[in-house]
């Protein structure tokens, strides 16, 4: 299965401790994204990088959330000090960069994060 | 700040109705609107509209985007019940520059319902 892939799938964890996820991107896609989905709504964007680099964080993104791609490859998503609200569907995308086939993004079938 | 406003929340149909989905936006520099559907796992995707007007068509389902009022629909004909799902519509946009933004902003999505 060349897709995108996540890792873990599910992961309960209780409040206040720290959580880490992974995302393996299609292979030939430089660009990496990081959205989050609650229940009922639509995927909200977190973070992307364009091979190594990040590129854009969102101001929803608290301090305790911190992304990486240290060699624009995979990329791990880190919720420290995790709390109730934290608990969502953390879905990972990717794109080739640069012109019409950047905006095409393919997802990966998310980690559900449960926070009791 | 974009914005994406899908209708109708949700929709039950019987096998065989014919069923439009509705996606209007505000966004600064619009380059492309995207169709996913949604399962009970990742959105997968199924179009990607940049030019007004032009029908994009894949088996059953369909979807034109028109750029001067700020809107796209998807039609999906003759139902089955592997078309229930969440569709999702999104939007992506250039930045100042011209060069593709990374983040796509979606809607609420539509819960669509086919019942045999």
């Known amino acids: 299965d060349t897709g995108v892939s996540q890792n873990p799938r599910h992961k309960i964890t209780k409040r206040g401790q720290n959580v880490t996820f992974r995302c393996d991107p299609i292979?030939?896609?430089?660009?990496l994204y990081w959205y989050r989905q609650t229940l009922g709504q639509g995927p909200e964007f977190l973070t992307y990088?364009?091979?190594?680099?990040?590129?854009?964080k969102s101001r929803l993104l608290s301090d305790r959330f911190s992304a990486e791609r240290p060699k624009g490859s995979f990329s791990t998503l880190e919720i420290q000090r995790t709390e109730q609200g934290d608990s969502a569907m953390y879905l990972c995308a990717s794109s080739l960069g640069g012109g019409p086939g950047s905006y095409e993004q393919y997802f990966g079938p998310g980690t559900r994060l449960t926070v009791t | 700040e974009d914005k994406v406003v899908q209708s109708p929340l949700s929709l039950v149909v019987h096998e065989g109705d014919t069923v439009t989905l509705n996606c209007s936006y505000e966004?600064?520099?619009?380059?492309?609107l995207l169709w996913y559907k949604q399962e009970k796992k990742a959105p997968t995707f199924l179009f990607m509209l940049t030019s007004s007007g032009i029908e994009k068509k894949s088996g059953r389902l369909s979807s034109i985007l028109d750029k001067k009022e700020l809107f796209s629909i998807l039609n999906i004909t003759a139902t089955q019940t592997g078309d229930s799902a969440i569709y999702l519509c999104?939007?992506?946009?250039?930045?100042?520059?011209?060069?593709?933004?990374?983040?796509?902003?979606f809607g609420q999505g539509t819960i669509l319902t086919v019942h045999p």
């Open positions: 990088f364009q091979n190594e680099a990040q590129l854009e």
């Open positions: 292979s030939e896609h430089n660009r």
């Open positions: 966004v600064t520099n619009f380059r492309s």
């Open positions: 999104a939007v992506a946009r250039a930045n100042a520059g011209g060069t593709s933004y990374g983040k796509l902003t």
